[in-house]
């Protein structure tokens, strides 16, 4: 039992929650609520849809797993109490998982998505299992590149499924219909918000485990920069969200969405308005811990005002 919960605890079930949460609510808050009749047209749909979630499952899980292979060492000083690689489960062992889970992902992949269509995808999604290597081995350790390699893999959870409705030719880039129009700009706001909020939680992270990572080489934006300037960095670019959030509440009540204007200033807005307070005030890494859980709030209330696009026309 001891080994299955290490086991879940490396793959990160929680965020593997999350990743389905949060495609399952774009295909049916938003694809289904523009195109009614998919189902009905297209009985495979729902299949390939299970397959494309299942493959972004499983290549975040080999991720996990070989992110903590890697970082057995910082993981000893940042959080001991929480280490599984060679403690519980051996590292030939975690090296099979990584294998196994990120080849299992790529088959899911293949299967939802002909590569005679979709090869493009297909591509990407075996470019993301490599990304995650080199991010665990090296582009992690580096000044905002692995920060902003994790923000666009997020952002691709929701980027996958809106690309995967359109084969890759010349007459969908020609013929764009209102639908589509529709289709492109909610996937832009969702990606967009996953990738910014991705960016200030994986930086508020470094912070967080700064002396870790400065014991074992790494040169993260605390230790290039110092605390203070990636303080200010965090603060700009949630100004610029918090902002972009006004802006579409604004919008939205035009339309009479009240409702979720309301939602989003208190669940969404606010909270990364608390953030800023903290942020400022933060010292310790426990001080950075609570503002990295209450970021990961906001990426979950956030990705639930999808619901709202399920009764709004």
């Not at 800023?276 to 990705?303: N, Q, W």
Request: proline letters at 3%; glycine letters at 4%.
């Amino acid at each position: 039992m001891k080994l299955v919960a290490a086991f879940f605890r490396l793959i990160r079930w929680p965020n593997l929650l999350f990743i389905v949460l949060t495609q399952l609510l774009f295909e049916v808050c938003i694809y289904e609520r523009i195109y009614p009749d998919t189902r009905i047209s297209d009985p495979a749909e729902g299949l390939r849809f299970a397959a494309l979630v299942l493959a972004s499952v499983f290549i975040a899980a080999a991720g996990y797993i070989i992110n903590d292979y890697f970082d057995q060492n910082i993981d000893q000083v940042n959080k001991p109490d929480k280490v599984v690689v060679n403690r519980i489960i051996g590292r030939r062992w975690v090296i099979f998982w990584h294998m196994f889970l990120s080849l299992t992902g790529i088959f899911f992949t293949t299967f939802a998505l002909p590569v005679s269509q979709y090869w493009h995808l297909v591509l990407a999604n075996m470019l993301s299992v490599v990304a995650l290597w080199f991010y665990s081995t090296t582009l992690k350790k580096k000044l905002l590149v692995g920060n902003v390699l994790i923000s666009l893999l997020t952002a691709w959870v929701i980027g996958v499924l809106f690309f995967s409705k359109y084969p890759l030719n010349i007459s969908n880039l020609l013929s764009v219909q209102q639908q589509e129009a529709r289709f492109f700009r909610l996937m832009v706001v969702y990606t967009a918000f996953a990738f910014v909020i991705s960016l200030i939680r994986e930086v508020i992270k470094d912070m967080e485990d700064i002396e870790g990572d400065r014991r074992y080489g790494c040169t993260t934006m605390p230790i290039v920069w110092g605390i203070n300037a990636s303080k200010v960095f965090v603060a700009v670019w949630t100004i610029v969200l918090i902002a972009a959030l006004v802006i579409l509440q604004i919008y939205a009540l035009g339309l009479g969405w009240w409702q979720s204007v309301l939602y989003s200033l208190v669940l969404i807005v606010a909270p990364l308005v608390m953030v800023l307070r903290l942020l400022f005030l933060a010292s310790k890494p426990e001080d950075y811990h609570r503002i990295s859980s209450l970021v990961k709030l906001v990426m979950l209330t956030g990705i639930l005002s999808m619901l709202f696009f399920k009764f709004y026309h």
